[in-house]
C-alpha cells in the first residue's frame, strides 16, 4: 500500500485482479471492505443499514470536526443524532430551501454576469473556476450572506480571499479518507510520515480565518440584541435553542459544522458539471439534445429559474450520468461496522470499513453495458416521467441512500442543474483550438482518476440578448 502511489487504485487494482466484487483488506487493525456490488451494496446500506451507520476515527476527520462535533464525518451516536436532526429540520427542510432561493438566485445571476464579463474578454473560461466559485459562492450567500470575505470583483469572479477559501475546502475533502499510514498503525500518529496532518491543519487555518470572526461577531450580536432577524443560515443555528431556552449549539459546534458543510456542499455539484461538459464536448450530439430542450422549455427570452428544473430530463439524465461515470471520489464515505454481521455470506466483523466503490458500482459490466461510454439516454424513462439524481438501488452512488444518506438531495439536486443548465443555455461552447480532442481515455485504465488532470478551459459565446446579462450583480 505504501509503495504504491493511490491507495485507492492499489484496492481497485487488487478486488480485479481477484476477479471479486468484495473483498477484505487488513490495514494495522482494521478491516477494509470495499465493494463493487450493487446487491450487496444494498445489503449494508439497506438491509444491514442500523448496523452500518458509523464512521471511522482517522487523524484528518478528528482536525475537521474538532473532535466530532459535526454530523457526516461523526461516528454514530448522540452527537451525530443531534447534528443530523439540525441538518435536516431546520437547514435543509423544504421551507428554509424556499426561504434560501433568493439567495440561490443572486447567485445563478452572478454567475451570468460573469461569464458575460469573459466573453467580452476574449472568452476563455477555465470551467473549473467557474463551477467551483459558483459552488462557494451559493454556500457563502446561504451561510454568511456574502459572496465576498474581501472587496469583492468587478466583473462577479472569485477574489484572491475566495479562491484560497475553496481551494483550502478541497485540500480538506483530499485529505479527509486519504488513507494516512497513522490511521491503521497508531504508532505512526506523533510522525505524521505521509505529510497529511500538516496539510489539514493547515487548510483548517485558512479556513478558520475567514469563519471564525464571522461567526464570532454574529453571536455576539445576537446577545447583545443588535440582531433579532434570521438572515441566513448562520443565524438559524446561532438561534436554536434547546428545551430550557438555551443555545443549543456551542460556537465550537457552530464553526466546525459550518466547515463540514461546506466541504459537503461544493465538490459533487462542480465536479458533475465539469466532467458534463467535457464529455458534451466529446459528444456534440449531446450539446445540441440538451439545447434542444432548454429552449423547448425555457425558451431564448428568458434566463433557466429552478422552477424549470422539474422539466429539465434530459439535463438530468446527463448529470445522472456524469454521477456513474466520473465521481468526485473513488469510494463512497466509509461506513463502519457497529456489530459482527453476516452480509453476502460473509462475516464483516464490529469495527470493519465497508467502502463503496463509486466508481467501481458505477462502472461494473454485470450492471451497465459499456460501462465506459457516457450515454445520458440509458437514465430517460419511456413514459417520459421524471428524472431524479438519486439513486437507491446504489447502481451508482449519488446521494448514497439509508439513515447517513444525504440530507440534501434538493438543494445538491438544485445547484448541479442550475449550474449546468445556466451554463448551456446562456453561452455557446467551443474547445480551445489548440486542444485537439478532451483526452477522456485516461479515466478507463486509471479507475481512480477522478478529476481531469487539467482544468477544462473551452471558450464561451453569449447566446441570448445582451440584456438578460447584465442581471443587478448583488
Ligand atoms: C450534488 C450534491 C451532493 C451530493 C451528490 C451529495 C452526496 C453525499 C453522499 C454520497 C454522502 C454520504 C452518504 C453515505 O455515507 O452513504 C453525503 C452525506 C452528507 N451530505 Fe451530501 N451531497 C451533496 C450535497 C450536500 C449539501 C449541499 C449538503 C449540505 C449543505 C450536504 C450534506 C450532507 C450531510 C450532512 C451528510 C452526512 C450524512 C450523515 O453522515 O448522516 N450534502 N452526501
Not at 484572491?160 to 485540500?171: K, N
Not at 496532518?197 to 483548517?204: E, F, L, R
Not at 428544473?309 to 469510494?331: Q, V
Request: proline letters at 5%.
Amino acid at each position: 500500500m505504501l509503495a504504491s502511489k493511490s491507495t485507492t487504485k492499489w484496492i481497485y487494482k487488487i478486488m480485479e485482479q481477484m476477479n471479486t466484487e468484495i473483498a477484505c483488506i487488513r490495514l494495522g487493525d482494521v478491516h477494509i471492505i470495499p465493494v463493487t456490488c450493487p446487491t450487496i451494496a444494498r445489503e449494508f446500506l439497506r438491509k444491514h443499514d442500523a448496523s452500518f451507520g458509523s464512521r471511522p476515527i482517522t487523524m484528518a476527520s478528528d482536525i475537521i470536526t474538532n473532535g466530532y462535533l459535526t454530523t457526516v464525518l461523526v461516528p454514530f451516536g448522540e452527537q451525530w443524532k443531534k447534528m443530523k436532526k439540525i441538518i435536516t429540520n431546520d437547514l435543509l427542510s423544504p421551507l428554509k430551501h424556499q426561504w434560501l432561493q433568493d439567495k440561490r438566485n443572486e447567485e445563478s445571476d452572478n454567475l451570468m454576469f460573469y461569464l458575460y464579463n469573459k466573453c467580452n474578454n476574449g472568452g476563455l473560461v477555465n470551467i473549473r473556476i467557474v463551477t467551483q466559485h459558483y459552488c462557494g459562492n451559493v454556500f457563502r450567500k446561504l451561510f454568511f450572506n456574502t459572496r465576498y470575505f474581501g472587496n469583492g470583483v468587478k466583473d462577479g469572479g472569485p477574489g484572491i480571499e475566495e479562491v484560497e477559501h475553496v481551494d483550502a475546502v478541497f485540500i480538506l475533502l483530499n485529505y479527509v479518507f486519504a488513507f494516512s499510514a497513522s490511521d491503521y498503525f497508531p504508532c505512526l500518529r506523533l510522525l505524521d510520515l505521509d505529510g497529511h496532518k500538516g496539510k489539514v491543519k493547515n487548510a483548517m487555518r485558512i479556513m478558520n480565518k475567514y469563519h471564525d470572526s464571522i461567526i464570532e461577531e454574529r453571536i455576539k450580536q445576537w446577545k447583545d440584541g443588535t440582531k433579532n432577524v434570521e438572515e441566513d443560515l448562520l443565524d438559524v443555528l446561532i438561534s436554536l435553542k434547546d428545551v430550557n431556552n438555551n443555545p443549543l449549539l456551542t460556537k465550537k459546534e457552530i464553526k466546525a459544522q459550518v466547515i463540514e458543510l461546506m466541504m459537503a456542499t461544493i465538490d459533487n455539484p462542480s465536479n458533475v458539471v465539469e466532467w458534463t461538459l467535457v464529455e458534451m464536448l466529446d459528444q456534440p450530439e449531446l450539446f445540441q439534445k440538451a439545447l434542444d430542450e432548454l429552449d423547448n422549455i425555457v425558451g431564448k427570452d428568458r434566463l433557466v429559474q429552478e422552477s424549470d428544473i422539474p422539466k429539465l430530463n434530459f439535463l438530468k439524465a446527463c448529470a445522472r450520468e456524469t454521477f456513474r461515470l466520473h465521481p468526485i471520489t473513488a469510494f463512497n464515505v466509509p461506513h463502519v461496522s457497529m456489530k459482527d454481521t453476516i452480509v453476502g455470506n460473509y462475516l464483516i466483523p464490529k469495527g470493519s470499513h465497508v467502502l463503496l466503490g463509486r466508481s467501481g458500482l458505477g462502472r461494473n459490466p454485470k450492471v451497465w453495458s459499456e460501462p465506459y461510454k457516457f450515454k445520458p439516454e440509458r437514465h430517460l424513462k419511456n413514459d417520459g416521467s421524471d428524472i431524479a439524481l438519486t439513486e437507491p438501488d446504489l447502481n451508482f452512488i449519488s446521494f448514497s441512500t439509508g439513515k447517513r444518506g444525504c440530507p440534501a438531495v434538493m438543494l445538491g439536486t438544485t445547484m448541479t442543474i442550475m449550474l449546468l443548465a445556466r451554463l448551456l443555455h446562456g453561452f455557446t461552447w467551443s474547445a480551445n483550438p489548440s486542444i485537439s480532442r478532451i483526452d477522456l481515455m485516461k479515466s478507463k485504465d486509471i479507475i481512480d482518476v477522478i478529476s481531469l488532470d487539467e482544468p477544462l478551459e473551452i471558450t464561451a459565446k453569449p447566446r441570448l440578448a445582451s440584456k438578460l446579462y447584465n442581471v443587478c450583480n448583488k
